[in-house]
């Protein structure tokens, strides 16, 4: 059973920083793209970041030169440092991750239970 477990969300003043971390956990596996999506009340999802397993990366326009995604292929871990904090930022933010657990033929979506961060004005 691979579980997605996300920390570091919380309550922060606008210009301030956060970082969240996301590791996964459970039976040995693989892991392809990991990555980063927000919904605020009443928005759809929305993807942040992604990075792929050679760690090539891209963001959304909203977060570009702001948010920084980063990953730890032996922790099965990835990160989203977040700098300069608006308050549009306030959102649920999801960890996402392509994994294959071992015996499997296939990789599939993971999703985290998701992490609160809030931007105060």
């Known amino acids: 059973q691979v579980q997605l477990v996300e920390s570091g969300g919380g309550l922060v003043q606008a210009g301030g920083s956060l970082r969240l971390s996301c590791a996964a956990s459970g039976t040995t596996f693989s892991i392809n793209a990991m990555r980063w999506y927000r919904q605020a009340p009443g928005n759809q999802r929305e993807l942040v970041a992604a990075i792929s397993s050679g760690r090539s990366t891209n963001y959304a326009d909203s977060v570009k030169g702001r948010f920084t995604i980063t990953r730890d292929n032996a922790k099965y871990s990835v990160y989203l440092q977040m700098n300069s904090l608006k308050p549009e930022d306030t959102a649920v933010y999801f960890c996402?991750?392509?994994?294959?657990?071992?015996?499997?033929?296939?990789?599939?979506?993971?999703w985290g239970q998701g992490t609160q961060v809030t931007v105060s004005s």
């Open positions: 996402n991750a392509e994994i294959r657990p071992v015996g499997s033929g296939r990789f599939s979506n993971y």
